[in-house]
């Protein structure tokens, strides 16, 4: 069966979520875990969007924090399939803080997320091709390929690494 390919913007997701002090240490800076929390909820809509199934969350490739995010911020999360591949999806996720007094915004964190998509059984299934409409999303895919050979060559290694002990 082959499945019908979907835009990137057919997924795209975004929330946004006002920080409290539950959310905050001491000092009012907001908790990586609560930042990392919000980025796989929303890279998670956005990989089950994609897909038309239910995802599990295979891996956080990467996450930056470029700025802290304090009590009071309102938080917007966006959320986008940058690539796919037979089952598996990298979803970009951006983390940006705005003082809701000043209008300030931030950049606060960046993450690379990585889904696989679940059949009836639990088991992988295949997703739809991604149709790239702009030079950005071409980039976006590239890129996302490069990271998934990366992915890969790095669990090869470790798999090696394993059988040889």
Same mark, same amino acid.
């Given at each position: ?33 609560? *930042?990392? $929390?919000?980025?796989? &909820? /929303? %890279?998670?809509?956005?990989? +089950? ?6 995802? @599990? #969350? ?25 690539? *796919?591949? $037979?089952?598996?999806? &990298? /979803? %970009?996720?951006?983390?940006? +803080? ?6 300030? @915004? #931030? ?59």
């Amino acid at each position: 069966m082959t499945l019908q390919p979907k835009r990137v913007r057919d997924s795209q997701t975004t929330i946004s979520h006002l920080m409290h002090i539950t959310d905050a240490n001491p000092q009012g800076n907001i908790h990586g875990g609560v *930042v990392m $929390r919000l980025a796989d &909820e /929303v %890279g998670g809509i956005c990989a +089950a969007r994609h897909a038309g199934r239910p995802v @599990v #969350t295979m891996a956080i490739d990467s996450m930056a924090f470029h700025s802290p995010i304090y009590i009071g911020n309102l938080v917007t999360v966006k959320a986008s399939v940058n690539y *796919v591949g $037979r089952t598996s999806m &990298e /979803v %970009g996720v951006r983390v940006e +803080a705005e003082d809701v007094l000043t209008g300030q @915004v #931030t950049h606060a964190n960046s993450a690379y997320l990585v889904y696989v998509a679940l059949d009836e059984n639990g088991q992988p299934a295949e997703v739809p091709p991604l149709i790239a409409e702009t030079p950005e999303e071409e980039r976006h895919m590239q890129e996302g390929k490069l990271r998934q050979q990366e992915r890969l060559r790095r669990r090869r290694e470790d798999e090696e690494r394993h059988t040889q002990h």
